[in-house]
């Protein structure tokens, strides 16, 4: 079953404006993550949030995790031309983590 | 160096045949993956095993044998491939379980024609 559901599958918008995506999930989890994926290349981890954080940043990027909704959003401020790639969230499912599963990702396109 | 790569980088192969795929991780991690990526880029887990021993194996068909000579090996082979197998294949490793980040290898593209 799929545990993250990315929102929206796609977004297109101009250099310098943010990016917000979204990501649900359905049962407990330890933690979660998010990767960037380039076209045609392995995924990139960005950022690992705990269950018991509600807010992280890491340089442009801002992660937010909201347990009682099952939800986290990411983020990117001031986007750049170089931030066009798929953006995927992953949980453990509460699980001692050796099963990580993602969702279907948002497709993020920043026109220069 | 690379950290975690994979071989070949794509594979055309007739249905029937029999091919196998490497993986190699240079980070001493503990944890190592095999994903199946389809075309519409949606990311799914085959198997993780963690100190050489299959810990997770989701659903995968038998004609899928992972096979872990060292911590820092993991390798997939298939038989009988079938279209359907058509994907990217992306293996993954890890210091202890999803707990941790995963590094990605660059993934071997297969087309089975």
């Known amino acids: 079953s799929q545990q993250g559901e990315e929102d929206p599958q796609a977004l297109s918008i101009q250099e310098g404006e943010n990016a917000t995506m979204n990501c649900s999930y359905k049962?407990?989890?330890?933690?979660l993550q998010w990767y960037r994926q380039n076209s045609g290349r392995g995924l990139v981890h960005l950022i690992l949030?705990?269950?018991?954080?509600r807010e992280k940043h890491s340089g442009r990027l801002r992660v937010t995790l909201d347990t009682s909704k099952k939800s986290s959003s990411l983020l990117i401020t001031a986007s750049r031309a170089a931030d066009t790639a798929s953006y995927f969230c992953?949980?453990?499912?509460?699980?001692?983590?050796?099963?990580?599963?993602f969702g279907a990702g948002t497709r993020l396109f920043v026109k220069a | 160096d690379t950290a975690v790569s994979q071989t070949p980088k794509y594979l055309v192969t007739q249905m029937g045949n029999d091919k196998s795929i490497k993986c190699e991780q240079n980070?001493?991690?503990?944890?190592m993956y095999w994903y199946k990526q389809d075309s519409k880029k949606f990311l799914k887990i085959m198997f993780s095993?963690?100190?050489?021993?299959?810990?997770i194996n989701e659903t995968v068909p038998n004609r899928f044998s992972p096979k872990s000579p060292d911590k820092a090996h993991l390798n997939l082979h298939i038989n009988s491939l079938e279209l359907g197998d058509s994907a990217v294949y992306f293996c993954?490793?890890?210091?202890?379980?999803?707990?941790?980040?995963?590094?990605f290898g660059p993934g071997t593209r297969l087309l089975v024609l």
């Open positions: 980070l001493g991690h503990d944890t």
């Open positions: 049962t407990s989890i330890n933690n």
């Open positions: 992953a949980t453990d499912e509460g699980t001692g983590g050796f099963k990580t599963i």
């Open positions: 095993y963690n100190n050489k021993e299959l810990i």
């Open positions: 949030i705990r269950s018991n954080e």
């Open positions: 993954a490793s890890s210091l202890r379980g999803g707990l941790e980040t995963q590094y």
